[in-house]
């Protein structure tokens, strides 16, 4: 399987601040990644895929590069709704694999 | 724009089975990836497996294989997850998510299951 590792597993910002998350894919993945914004108790949302593509109606404060085995998250100007669980995630090959997830809390 | 609607919450004795159905509305059902994700309590997000109607194909995580079922009807644009044997640790939320065609791309509300005596 495909091990997805995210760094860090929790950091703390402020409103106005812009932070970045990292995932390493254990092998080559090309761009088969994306990422996901979960809330509590909400489903999961697509921010991003195909590692940069931004999803219809996500704010373009958020945006992602990478491709290989290196990916990140960047999010500019953190708004008081960004504050969140944060996924990556490969579909390069089966089992789709997960990070194990950034949770982004308030300073 | 597509949108996915899944059953409803369901409490299952340990040793059952339970069955989640996602209705799909929009979009192309037949060449789309329909996945099952499941969440454990206060864990992260497990992928179990997907089917793509058209052909139809199926793939599942090793951990779930001969245990867990997906199929899909056109007719109705339903997909459908059944996991048998339940265990206490199979409680969790369920989401389907679909994909453009790849991915998990839009996802259902969820499915709370229970799994208790």
């Known amino acids: 399987d495909i091990h997805m590792t995210q760094s860090p597993s929790s950091l703390s910002a402020s409103v106005g601040d812009t932070i970045t998350i990292t995932c390493r894919a254990s092998?080559?993945?090309?761009?088969?990644f994306a990422w996901f914004q979960q809330k509590p108790g909400k489903a999961p949302q697509c921010l991003i895929d195909?590692?940069?593509q931004l999803q219809s109606g996500v704010p373009s404060r958020f945006s992602g590069s990478g491709s290989g085995t290196e990916f990140t998250l960047t999010i500019a100007s953190l708004r008081p709704e960004d504050f969140a669980t944060y996924y990556c995630q490969q579909y390069y090959d089966y089992p789709w694999t997960f990070g194990q997830g950034t949770n982004v809390e308030m300073k | 724009q597509v949108l996915l609607v899944q059953s409803g919450a369901e409490v299952k004795p340990p040793g059952s089975s339970v069955r989640v159905s996602c209705k799909a509305s929009g979009g192309n059902f037949r060449t789309n990836a329909i996945s099952w994700v499941r969440q454990a309590p206060g864990q992260g997000l497990e992928w179990m497996g997907l089917?793509?109607?058209?052909?139809?194909?199926?793939k599942f995580a090793q951990r779930f294989q001969g245990r867990v079922a997906i199929s899909a009807d056109e007719s109705t644009r339903t997909a459908s997850m059944e996991l048998s044997s339940l265990r206490s640790d199979d409680t969790a939320v369920y989401y389907c998510?679909?994909?453009?065609?790849?991915?998990?791309?839009?996802w259902g509300k969820g499915t709370t299951v229970t799994v208790s005596s």
């Open positions: 089917i793509i109607p058209v052909f139809p194909t199926t």
């Open positions: 092998q080559d993945i090309s761009t088969y």
């Open positions: 998510a679909t994909g453009n065609p790849n991915g998990l791309v839009v």
């Open positions: 195909v590692a940069s």
